[in-house]
T-cell receptor
Framework: AQTVTQSQPEMSVQEAETVTLSCTYDTSESDYYLFWYKQPPSRQMILVIRQEAYKQQNATENRFSVNFQKAAKSFSLKISDSQLGDAAMYFCAYRVSSGSRLTFGEGTQLTVNP | KAGVTQTPRYLIKTRGQQVTLSCSPISGHRSVSWYQQTPGQGLQFLFEYFSETQRNKGNFPGRFSGRQFSNSRSEMNVSTLELGDSALYLC?????????????FGPGTRLTVT
């Protein structure tokens, strides 16, 4: 069974600084996708970034980038120039390419200090 | 395009009752997935419907059921409610439910069982 682990229940960062959220996963599949979702206090789950396992290049979306280490089964999220609006719960998630089910990690609560 | 809508947004039920939650996907989306979010268990996959057929099911008791209509709207039903069913229920829609198609989440239905 696939599992996703986020070892940092809480993180904090100063506004304008950089923070990295960690995620590890376990799978025997070779074809899969990894995601970072953001869940603000409104509870609306928002996709931040995704990475296809077959791609060696790390995904980037504006201030958000990932460090995907396939052999180590590691998938961290880097947020640069943190903004107050980045404060939220962040979930790492996995999905096998042929399926629709998302497997989520426990989440990391990110606080951004002004 | 309108986003994923869920009704009702909040619900209070008594133990032993049953409840029906509704999810209207983004227009044109044929896949609808349901997730349960609790503080103790995190985000867990309930089931996925595609073209009116249940295509995937999570590890939940038979009290949890769902269906999808010809217009892709989906309902989930929980019978004989237990206190532990108190949770945020999220649904997500996708064009065809494959991994390279993004899932869009609704705002959720907060169910409280007393």
């Amino acid at each position: 069974a696939q599992t996703v682990t986020q070892s940092q229940p809480e993180m904090s960062v100063q506004e304008a600084e950089t923070v990295t959220l960690s995620c590890t996963y376990d799978t025997s599949e070779s074809d899969y996708y990894l995601f970072w979702y953001k869940q603000p206090p409104s509870r609306q789950m928002i996709l931040v970034i995704r990475q296809e396992a077959y791609k060696q290049q790390n995904a980037t979306e504006n201030r958000f980038s990932v460090n995907f280490q396939k052999a180590a089964k590691s998938f961290s999220l880097k947020i640069s120039d943190s903004q107050l609006g980045d404060a939220a719960m962040y979930f790492c998630a996995y999905r096998v390419s042929s399926g629709s089910r998302l497997t989520f990690g426990e989440g990391t609560q990110l606080t951004v200090n002004p | 395009k309108a986003g994923v809508t869920q009704t009702p947004r909040y619900l209070i039920k008594t133990r032993g009752q049953q409840v029906t939650l509704s999810c209207s996907p983004i227009s044109g989306h044929r896949s609808v997935s349901w997730y349960q979010q609790t503080p103790g268990q995190g985000l867990q996959f309930l089931f996925e419907y595609f073209s009116e057929t249940q295509r995937n099911k999570g590890n939940f008791p038979g009290r949890f059921s769902g269906r999808q209509f010809s217009n892709s709207r989906s309902e989930m039903n929980v019978s004989t409610l237990e206190l532990g069913d108190s949770a945020l229920y999220l649904c997500a829609s996708s064009l065809v439910g494959l991994a390279d198609y993004e899932q869009y989440f609704g705002p959720g239905t907060r169910l409280t069982v007393t």
